[in-house]
């Protein structure tokens, strides 16, 4: 059969040679379970465990810087607006753009690609905390005045508990868009999963970049669960329905 | 255990920045210790803003209130709050608390110990009628509005206040539901005997809460401080007696029961069905339900005791 196939398809692509590979790897199928298991350890594993410390570096001090600015504007209301305008400038720079304008500072550096990494979580970090930090009820704040907590009390045993869900919103919103935009980031540092990716579609072999691909969507989902089931473990009274 | 304390009023007055008129225009009276002074008025008469001067939730103008000789204002406003409870409409309630963690915020921001604060939650969970085995790890949530009412309350004397501060308690919840927490706080302060600032806007509740009344008219002007009793009565002027009602003869026949009166000698023809402890309301709506001229009525034990006629109502009203 393949004879008359083959011609009409072409000369047959050049493929990765390690030897004996299986006629999946051969045929350049779409995506080869054992070339994938196989380059695991060497490509995958190690862009993955890339990708993860990228994203959870971009994420943390995005919220280290993030939450501090929220808690500010939050006692400070005339900081709301400068603020949350800076933040939302940020985010509106396209990733690519950012990554070219930062390279001529800071080179083709991790460092770079933190820096526009960080910039892209601002925004909903500071809008999630600052939203959190007003979910308390007007008579719910009121007693707690009225009881005599002071400001400081009234921060740590009411306000920062009933942020809480609006919090870790905005944690899984930052960290799935952060887990994409480091694909990205490949094109200035060859770290992550956006490496194999890149690098997959400048040859025709399939497995590779698909592999790299369904990591990252295996990686944004697991990423997003944990944080829920976290947030569930913290917030057990937003669990509860009425009984009664 | 602390005991309640008097309030003095002394001229307290409250302009609110940027406003023409006072809030609350040079309020005088005194609250004794131990008892509830209902603050009566229509929506914007400036009860609440009263209510709050106490606590310094809202700060005085001018004038002073004194809690037991000393001046709020010599005192620290945490302190102070502290060793007031306060109750307000909507309960208030921490959402992300327990029900034990809610009425423990107090004690523990005073530095209580762990048992002391935990027998403490069980004996106010008791009190109030929410047994804590089955409340205490619940969420408000989880509760109907008068068991947070209760909890309300609860949280309040935790820190055993000698004053209460109530800010229309139960004024959100279905009618039959506030009766019964009327009567609930009632026999509970029957225990404590708190001095209770109550504000409502129900002329009802005012009457059947308080021992004493304060009518308050827009500005905070005080137009009758009395007993229930004097207020239905003898209302200090036009306004008061709109504001109490045209019914008042009515709802002063609450206030008395039927054990207070001197019946008619027991005529023994018919059971009773009217008792001692009812109030002369209930007895003249039985008469008139049943078109009678006397009615037999009986003591607890169900022994008749005399008979209760419509002039003895009359002469009594």
């Known amino acids: 059969m393949s004879a008359a196939l083959l011609a009409a398809v072409g000369p047959r692509p050049v493929i990765p040679d390690f030897g004996t590979v299986s006629s999946c790897v051969r045929d350049n199928g779409l995506f080869c379970v054992d070339w994938f298991t196989a380059n695991f350890s060497s490509v995958f594993g190690p862009a993955l465990a890339q990708h993860v410390r990228l994203t959870v570096i971009a994420v943390g001090v995005g919220f280290l810087i993030a939450f501090p600015l929220a808690l500010f504007a939050h006692f400070r209301r005339a900081l709301v607006k400068p603020l949350g305008g800076l933040t939302s400038f940020l985010y509106t720079i396209p990733p690519m753009a950012l990554f070219t304008l930062l390279v001529p500072v800071f080179g083709l550096s991790v460092l770079t690609a933190e820096i526009a990494l960080v910039s892209y979580t601002l925004m909903v970090l500071f809008k999630s905390s600052l939203t959190g930090l007003g979910e308390v009820p007007e008579e719910v704040r009121r007693a707690g005045e009225g009881m005599g907590l002071t400001r400081r009390e009234i921060l740590w045993r009411i306000e920062l508990p009933l942020a809480l869900p609006a919090v870790i919103g905005g944690l899984r919103v930052a960290t799935v868009t952060t887990i994409s935009v480091v694909e990205v980031a490949a094109f200035i540092i060859d770290q992550g999963l956006g490496s194999p990716i890149i690098q997959g579609l400048q040859s025709p072999f399939n497995t590779q970049f698909i592999g790299a691909g369904l990591l990252a969507v295996a990686l944004a989902l697991a990423a997003d669960g944990l944080i829920v089931l976290v947030g569930r473990l913290l917030t057990p009274w937003a669990r509860t329905r009425r009984t009664v | ?317």
């Open chain 2, 1 to 317: 255990m602390q005991s309640a304390a008097d309030i003095v009023f002394d001229a307290a007055t409250k302009t609110y920045a940027g406003a023409a008129e006072p809030a609350v225009d040079a309020l005088s009276l005194t609250v004794p210790a131990g008892e509830i002074c209902v603050l009566l008025g229509a929506s914007g008469c400036g009860k609440t803003t009263a209510l709050t001067l106490v606590n310094r939730l809202t700060e005085l103008t001018s004038g002073d209130i004194r809690i037991d000789g000393r001046s709020i204002r010599d005192q620290d406003v945490i302190e102070l709050r502290r060793s007031i409870g306060y109750v307000i409409q909507q309960a208030g309630l921490f959402p992300h608390m327990t029900i034990e963690e809610n009425i423990a915020t107090v004690p523990q921001v005073l530095g209580w110990k762990r048992p002391r604060i935990a027998e403490r939650v069980r004996e106010l969970l008791d009190l109030v009628g929410l047994p804590h085995k089955e409340y205490g790890e619940r969420y408000p949530a989880q509760l109907s509005g008068g068991q947070r009412q209760r909890v309300g309350i609860a949280r309040a004397l935790a820190a055993d206040p000698p004053i209460m501060l109530m800010d229309e308690p139960f004024g959100a919840l279905d009618p039959v539901t506030r009766e019964h927490m009327q009567d609930e706080f009632l026999r509970l302060h029957e225990q404590v005997r708190k001095t209770t600032l109550f504000v409502s806007h129900d002329i009802d509740e005012a009457v059947r809460m308080g021992d004493r009344v304060a009518i308050l008219a827009k500005g905070g002007k005080l137009l009758q401080y009395d007993s229930p009793d004097r207020i239905l009565r003898a209302p200090a002027d036009d306004y008061v007696a709109r504001f109490v009602g045209a019914d008042r003869g009515l709802k002063a026949l609450t206030l008395r029961s039927l054990g207070d009166l001197e019946l008619d000698p027991p005529d023994g023809e018919f059971e009773a069905s009217l008792r001692t402890g009812d109030t002369l309301r209930t007895a003249l709506s039985a008469l008139l339900a049943a078109g009678a001229e006397r009615l037999p009525v009986a003591d607890e034990a169900g022994k008749t005791v005399g008979c209760v006629t419509v002039d003895l109502i009359r002469e009594a009203a």
